[in-house]
């Protein structure tokens, strides 16, 4: 395809949690920063939103490398709940800029999103999604849809 993007193998894992310790601002900065460092030894790239003690993260690169991450983000105290909602492999990265790009969206915004709508309104969190309606999400930041809001 002549893609520089093309590499051997790669895996998208998305999963959700919910009832996580009540994340500050600094929390989430310092887990950030560490993530990136290490993810980007590791080849990871992915994006991570957080809204009220609830996560979703997308995590994409080696097979190996995402799965021993996201089984050690799984054993992680500080969040529970957790639903692995896609594991598949992929042509190439949906984000291939962000080590791990974030987010903070408030629920205004998420209602915005064309196909997610009725879900939020509904008073929802992201552990209730399910695989079509994570796709819409990672859509939704790989336009540009939020900026970065934090770090
Ligand atoms: C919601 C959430 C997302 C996380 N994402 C990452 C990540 O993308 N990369 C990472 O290295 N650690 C991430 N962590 C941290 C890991 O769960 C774990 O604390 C860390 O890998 C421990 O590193 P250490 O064994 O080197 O101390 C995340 C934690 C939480 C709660």
Redesign the pocket.
Known sequence: MGNNNDEAELIQCIYT?AE?INFSRDQLLS?LE??RV??SGLG?T?M?L?EDGS?F?V?EGPPNAVRS?YK??S??K??RRITKIIEEPVERRLLPDWS?GYSSVTREELKEVDGLNDFFQKGKCYADLDECRAKKLLDAFKDGRWRASLG
């Open positions: 949690s996580s887990l560490r993530a290490v993810n990871i992915g991570l957080y996560f993260q995590l991450l050690k983000i054993a992680d500080r969040h791990m």
